[in-house]
């Protein structure tokens, strides 16, 4: 399986950076291949390349803060959940995914 994600936060400082972090480890665990795009107080950071992009099977995107650019991802499943789930919760947000795309 395949991801993409793009956090960010209305500070765009720690949390955009310790959400993106948390999606790692947890894919990373689970065998999931995952891309994280970080759009923090410097910018955009990891910019997604639409390769990537149209070769994700879902995309995992932050709802504490609109997103940049997010047209990028119509027609892809879509996850929306804060940067605080994605950093405490990171690793059942993946399996979920997981349940849910083996279907």
């Known amino acids: 399986m395949k991801l993409v ?3 960010a936060c209305p500070s765009g400082v720690a949390h ?3 959400a993106a972090e948390s999606l790692e480890v947890a894919a ?4 999931v291949e995952i891309h994280v795009e970080t759009q923090g107080s ?3 950071e990891n910019e997604l390349s639409m ?3 149209n070769e994700a099977d879902a995309v995992i995107l932050t709802n504490n803060i609109g ?3 997010e047209d990028r991802f119509k027609g ?3 996850v929306r959940v804060s940067a605080g789930d994605c950093i405490n919760k990171g690793e059942m ?3 979920k995914l997981q349940q849910k795309l083996a279907k």
Not at 28 to 31: A, E, F, G, L, T
């Open 67 to 69: 997103i940049k650019n």
């Open 76 to 78: 892809k499943p879509v």
């Open 42 to 44: 410097i910018g955009i």
């Open 16 to 18: 955009t950076y310790l």
């Open 51 to 53: 390769d990537l992009i």
């Open 28 to 31: 990373k665990k689970n065998n």
């Open 5 to 7: 994600a793009v956090t």
């Open 93 to 95: 947000i993946v399996k």
